[in-house]
């Protein structure tokens, strides 16, 4: 009862209002280093790669001349779970998050924050939504991109599908899970950051994890982000190839569990990064 009415009391008596403040002003330069500086030019790359993909697709049949809008409907479903979802989104946010913290000692600056008086935890929360105010415009806008030109070569039949058919409904969700992809990969990234000197290894560890989730029992295979995303995917797609022989078939989630497990999953990482950000120590030297 003592630990409920502390904290009952330390929400009544927050300054809420100042931190608030400083959210807004950390959120404010963050986004500038996150999107006009040179070292940002490689999210660009990652991000409209596929969109230059599917351009030449749409100059080289005009019309769909050579396909039709159930094909491109499958091509494209397949271009956002193999490349947005495991590599462009997953590289991309390893980049950006993982520098939000690292980027600092390296340049030498992370002590300016930690010597103005802004809690250590509002200084996270406000470097993870620059992130992922950033990851989610640049891939947001390729996905948006994407899809435009991918039935915009089509003409009337791919308006019709459009605005007539499931694809609006389709667009919605690609939207939303490069969002909450965003969300999850950057929790994990961020923490991953202040946990290890160099994030690489750890990086690969869970990127070899996202990949092969599949062929791991059913249970297991729902502590990867991935697992969750691909059930927001508005269009699936069954395994093939090699994969589809040691692919182990795990009953699918509702969309009403899979939202609120990542947004939960990113909210506990969170929780521990700023937890873990308050015993943090600049070692210039040691970087």
Not at 15 to 26: D, E, G, N
Not at 58 to 82: K, M, R, W, Y
Request: contains cysteine.
């Amino acid at each position: 009862m003592n630990r409920l009415a502390n904290f009952r009391a330390f929400l009544s008596e927050a300054p809420w209002h100042l931190w608030t403040s400083q959210l807004a002003a950390v959120l404010s330069i963050e986004l500038k280093k996150n999107l006009f500086r040179r070292r940002s030019l490689w999210i660009y790359f990652v991000a409209f790669a596929p969109v230059l993909l599917i351009g030449a697709h749409a100059i080289h049949s005009p019309g769909g001349i050579h396909c039709n809008v159930e094909e491109d409907t499958a091509i494209l479903a397949g271009i956002f779970q193999v490349y947005y979802l495991r590599l462009g989104l997953f590289f991309g946010c390893l980049g950006l998050f993982t520098w939000l913290f690292r980027g600092e000692i390296v340049e030498k600056s992370l002590h300016y924050y930690f010597l103005s008086p802004v809690r250590r935890e509002v200084l996270v929360a406000g470097k993870f939504l620059a992130g992922v105010v950033t990851s989610a415009s640049f891939f947001g806008a390729s996905v948006l991109l994407s899809f435009a030109i991918m039935y915009g070569h089509f003409g009337g039949p791919g308006r019709a599908f459009v605005f007539s058919g499931p694809g609006m409904g389709h667009l919605l969700g690609y939207l939303a899970t490069t969002v909450l992809a965003c969300l999850g990969y950057g929790a994990v990234f961020l923490a991953l950051s202040l946990v290890a000197k160099n994030p690489v290894l750890p990086s690969i560890i869970v990127l070899l994890w996202e990949t092969f989730h599949a062929v791991f029992p059913a249970m297991l295979q729902k502590l990867s982000i991935t697992f969750y995303l691909k059930q927001l995917c508005p269009v699936s797609i069954p395994p093939d190839g090699v994969m589809a022989l040691f692919t182990v078939v795990a009953e699918p989630v509702s969309p009403w569990i899979a939202v609120p497990g990542l947004l939960a999953l990113s909210m506990a990482v969170l929780v521990f990064a700023a937890y873990r950000i308050r015993s943090m120590e600049i070692s210039y030297l040691a970087d």
